[in-house]
């Protein structure tokens, strides 16, 4: 619950200092900078992620505003699957844990105005593992890794030249997320 007031008082304090401003910094260029912190939705709670986004390219494909990103991503969540209660009340179960690390590419094009809008790739490495919690006879645990790949398209809104908030929909360490921009 402190997290959440903190995020809270957080965006409140951005948004109050900043919403008159009246011009929106440029969208998406070769000096454009950004870091993106953030929580999301996915089957099993609420990740958090962090993410950079850098210019590279724009104008790609002789096509104008269309502006090419390269970046890194890094999203954790765990979560606990409890399987009983032993007779003397202590809980037993599982306990899971997720971390995704990858590199992003995302094509920047102004689809709506004063706002980014960006789809790409991500692709990176999954480490999970699994670790049995309680009394009772240890299962033993487990850990694996593998190749993640997944599809985003996102906006950006700026508050002003340093703070904004997006919103991204696809596949991650998350289906749905949101958070703070700070833009260098």
Same mark, same amino acid.
């Given at each position: ?91 037993? =179960? ?25 789809? =790409?790739?991500?692709? =990176? ?44 929909? =696809? ?14």
């Amino acid at each position: 619950m402190k997290k959440l007031s903190l995020i809270l008082a957080i965006l409140v304090i951005a948004i109050s200092n900043n919403v008159m401003a009246q011009n929106n910094p440029v969208l998406f260029g070769n000096n454009s900078k950004h870091i993106r912190v953030g929580v999301g939705i996915n089957s099993y709670g609420m990740p958090v992620e962090a993410s950079y986004d850098q210019g590279f390219k724009q104008n790609i494909f002789g096509v104008k505003k269309l502006n090419l990103g390269l970046g890194g991503y890094v999203g954790y969540y765990g979560n606990k699957e409890t399987l009983g209660v032993w007779t003397d009340g202590q809980e037993h =179960g599982y306990k899971y844990s997720h971390i995704i690390i990858g590199a992003r590419g995302l094509f920047h094009y102004p689809l709506v105005p004063k706002i980014d809008t960006y789809a =790409g790739l991500m692709l =990176g490495y999954n480490i999970a593992s699994a670790s049995y919690y309680g009394n009772g006879i240890d299962p033993g645990n487990a850990s694996v890794g593998g190749f993640a790949w997944g599809g985003i398209v996102g906006a950006r809104y700026q508050f002003n030249k340093t703070w904004g908030i997006y919103a991204e929909a =696809g596949y991650s360490i998350s289906y749905l997320s949101f958070g703070l921009v700070y833009s260098l």
